[in-house]
């Protein structure tokens, strides 16, 4: 790869300040939801089936990795080790926006590399809003993708010091929705969505979203981070958690299907995730952190038991299954109750 551009330089300095933030990040408000015990659960982990369906496919585990990474060589060496992960695991992996490999095509091989250490895994292509049909097609065969992420990042843009500044994205969406032949999920960043945006997404025919919430990764940290005037660090609560948007989420779940990411850490998060409607949880900032400090048979190890500790939780709750779980009782703090007595959600 060549002398690096302003956009590579840019990945960089995500994985770099991603990582520097981890553990400063928020409250994800998970700890505001509460699973009431049950003594008598009459289950066994053995008897758990944690198959899930989102997109059009079936996957044994509600779990992916989420858009983070390419466009450098040190976003290849991450995606490689991200695209092993995936593959041990069997789970889907999404790559980093692909909008610097169609400006700058030299670095397409640092997201190829996903697709040849993860061969028959499910991959993937990540874009913006805003790219034309053409550019789109182009980033799925290029990749050879399953499904097509596209993000929603208003806030990032605003406070990048090199942002957009226009935020016409529906017409576009529906557009590629039109046109796209593989199934497009939406996505959010980590600031979470609204009753109003899951309605107007509904409205042009999209049916996967991945509200992307507030309690993990901030990319208005991480961006006021890279400016060299005007702060905006005041901006750095700005959006839903990922909690409050699966509570927003309740009316749309009937006609979308809800995936939940934004500060999954722990399989109790994701198990209240799963709880609040979600169909599978996706990691960015978590996977990150791990494979920084530890090799990629490290992490496989670790996820796999992260995975096995799911599994005990839905014995615990005694729900065999997804289905079950939604049923499983939970109480809500004060916050969350007040938040959803103003949003009208039920
Ligand atoms: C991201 N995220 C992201 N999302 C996206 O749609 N396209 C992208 O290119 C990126 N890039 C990116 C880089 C890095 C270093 C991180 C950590 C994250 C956002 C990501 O997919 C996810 O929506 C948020 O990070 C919230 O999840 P976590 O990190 O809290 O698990």
Redesign the pocket.
């Known amino acids: 790869m060549c002398a690096k551009s302003v956009q590579s330089h840019r990945k960089d300095e995500?994985?770099f300040l991603?990582e520097k933030f981890f553990t400063q990040q928020a409250k994800s408000d998970f700890e505001q939801v509460r699973f009431i015990h049950q003594s008598l659960p009459e289950s066994r982990l053995a008897d758990v089936d944690l198959t899930t369906h989102f997109a059009g496919f079936t996957l044994p585990l509600p779990l992916y990795i989420?858009?983070?990474?390419g466009g450098s060589a040190q976003a290849q060496k991450l995606n490689a080790g991200l695209a092993q992960v995936a593959a041990a695991l069997h789970i889907p992996m999404?790559t980093?926006?692909l909008s610097i490999a169609l400006k700058e095509p030299e670095t397409v091989a640092s997201f190829q590399v996903t697709r040849q250490h993860d061969q028959r895994g499910l991959l993937f292509a990540?874009l913006g809003a805003d790219v034309t049909v053409a550019q789109a097609q182009q980033a799925i065969d290029v990749l050879q993708a399953d499904a097509l992420?596209l993000?929603l990042?208003a806030p990032q843009e605003l406070v990048m010091p090199e942002g957009d500044q226009s935020f016409r994205w529906l017409d576009n969406l529906q557009t590629l929705r039109q046109q796209i032949t593989v199934p497009i999920i939406v996505?959010?960043?980590?600031f979470g969505m609204s009753q109003e945006t899951l309605a107007k997404l509904t409205s042009i025919g999209i049916e996967t979203v991945?509200v992307?919430g507030r309690?993990?990764?901030n990319f208005i940290q991480i961006e006021n981070e890279r400016r060299h005037q005007h702060d905006y660090s005041y901006l750095a609560d700005w959006g839903q958690s990922t909690v409050e948007s699966l509570l927003e989420s309740q009316a749309s779940q009937k006609h979308l299907t809800i995936l939940a990411?934004?500060?999954?850490r722990t399989p109790l998060d994701a198990v209240k995730a799963l709880r609040l409607g979600a169909q599978a949880v996706?990691?960015?900032?978590?996977i990150?952190h791990a494979l920084q400090h530890h090799d990629v048979t490290a992490v496989i190890a670790w996820l796999q038991d992260w995975c096995q500790q799911l599994r005990g939780l839905f014995a615990l709750l005694g729900c065999h299954d997804l289905t079950a779980l939604r049923h499983a009782p939970i109480v809500l703090d004060a916050a969350l109750l007040n938040y959803c007595q103003q949003r009208h959600i039920t």
Do not use: C, R
């Open positions: 995500h994985l991603a989420n858009a983070m990474t999404a980093g926006s990540n992420q993000h990042n996505k959010e960043v980590g991945d992307s309690g993990g990764t990411s934004g500060g999954i996706g990691m960015s900032g978590t990150l």
